[in-house]
């Protein structure tokens, strides 16, 4: 989508600290980091948000993707502590950025429930 900041970042046309990436997905750090670790998942493919994953594709997209996130979390040395993943969804859910995104969030205590 042309004015998706999360495609250009994805078709490389925005710069973004990337810390790993594949044909389907790429995850780089998060501007503003709410954790030492903080990183954003997201499909290469424009997705508004997990609601918006449907049809035949969707389990396969957010099976992936998940994976992905997870393989990520342990490339960055956060299974022994463990890690967050969190999908904001919509506006009460606190999404700011319209392309579905995974945070992975480590590296301290999380609390518990989220603001
Ligand atoms: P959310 O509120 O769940 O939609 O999270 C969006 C996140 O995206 C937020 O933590 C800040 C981050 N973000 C927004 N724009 C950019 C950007 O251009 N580059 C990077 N690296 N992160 C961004």
Request: charged share 20%; glycine share 10%.
């Amino acid at each position: 989508m042309s004015d998706c900041v999360f495609c250009k970042i994805a078709d490389g046309s925005i710069p973004a600290d990337i810390v790993a990436q594949n044909d389907h997905a790429v995850a780089f750090r998060d501007l503003d980091p709410k954790a030492p670790v903080h990183v954003l998942v997201i499909p290469t493919q424009h997705v508004a948000s997990v609601r918006d994953a449907s049809g035949p594709d969707a389990d396969r997209l957010l099976g992936a993707l998940f994976q992905f996130a997870a393989g990520v979390a342990t490339d960055l040395g956060l299974d022994e502590r463990g890690y967050r993943l969190v999908t904001n969804t919509g506006p009460d859910g606190g999404q700011s950025v319209f392309h579905l995104h995974i945070h992975v969030l480590g590296g301290r205590l999380m609390a518990w429930p989220p603001g």
